[in-house]
């Protein structure tokens, strides 16, 4: 009996060295995903705005059936599709939150969505500028998320441009995992 205790913290070790073994894969995969946020998908110094300017003298007092509000809004929509992106942000593992908006859902699951980084963003109209909407493709379709719910979403972040019903997305991504939003 006294020899088992002496082998005791012997045994405790070898069982904190096993169970942290099995959890480093784990925690290398998690450290390799940059958090990120909205703001750094937008380049800096882009103004949406300084396209627009002098168009239809603004939109201050134009009702919706003026042909130039229809131009205004044309050209933003124009100005949006094609915003500009981030080219370092080509190519890394990124851990972004933000709002689903599925676009591809059956039995198993969703595959494909939009993600945006406001409630009701590509619901109503008009979407948000290209640079703020990610086109995600999961490798295994995942249950349980709703529409607009809150998740934080995990892959390797791509610079293409994906139209799609609801908006076109700027930037793509090879979702690895979703989950559900939570705060640190």
């Known amino acids: 009996m006294f020899q088992d205790r002496d082998r005791l913290p012997t045994r405790r070790a070898a069982l904190t060295a096993c169970a942290a073994a099995a959890l480093a894969p784990l925690a290398a995969r998690a450290a390799q995903f940059r958090e990120i946020t909205w703001t750094e998908l937008v380049p800096a110094g882009w103004d ?49 939150p933000g709002y689903l908006v599925p676009l591809e859902e059956g039995k198993q699951g969703i595959r494909e969505f939009l993600l945006v980084p406001y409630f009701g963003a ?19 379709p995942f249950t349980g998320l709703r529409t607009m719910e809150a998740v934080w979403v995990y892959g390797r972040l791509e610079i293409e441009r994906a139209p799609s019903s609801m908006g076109v997305a700027g930037y793509t991504m090879r979702v690895a995992k979703v989950e559900k939003y939570r705060e640190k």
């Open 122 to 140: 590509c619901i109503h109209t008009p979407p948000p500028p290209s640079n703020q909407i990610l086109l995600g493709r999961a490798e295994k």
């Open 48 to 96: 949406p705005a300084k396209d627009l300017q002098g168009l239809s003298g603004g939109a201050g007092g134009l009702q919706d059936t003026d042909p130039r509000a229809k131009e205004l809004m044309d050209k933003l929509r124009e100005i949006w599709d094609n915003a500009p992106t981030v080219a370092a942000m080509n190519g890394i593992d990124a851990k972004l």
